[in-house]
């Protein structure tokens, strides 16, 4: 192992898909492994700062500091959070993309 942190981007990809083919294939084990993957999301790239949700890159304190996110928009995945609310129904997931949604607006005022 090169680098032992995660890319949330590609795990939101990795969840979605495994998710998508449980159900259409009836494959539990599937299923399963999307949920894990999904709570693990949750657990280590989701930070709430000033009652605010955001995904973050991965884990790597670089993208955390001084109470500031660096947060790439390119990770922020909006369409695959519904799904993720019903398989993980104990964290907010609409809450996160409602927040992306807003952060992503206040992003396009700054050009």
């Not at 890159?57 to 390119?74: D, I, K, V």
């Not at 949604?101 to 050009?111: D, G, P, R, T």
């Amino acid at each position: 192992i090169i680098d032992p942190n995660n890319a949330s981007d590609a795990d939101q990809d990795i969840a979605y898909a495994l998710a998508r083919a449980g159900k259409e294939w009836n494959r539990p084990d599937y299923t399963a492994d999307a949920k894990a993957i999904i709570n693990d999301l949750w657990r280590i790239n989701v930070v709430k700062l000033k009652q605010r949700y955001y995904l973050t890159a991965g884990p790597w304190e670089g993208f955390r500091s001084q109470g500031m996110l660096h947060q790439p928009p390119g990770y922020f995945a909006p369409h695959v959070y519904r799904l993720f609310a019903q398989l993980d129904p104990k964290h907010p997931w609409l809450q996160l993309a409602s927040d992306g949604y807003e952060w992503l607006e206040s992003c396009s005022q700054l050009s």
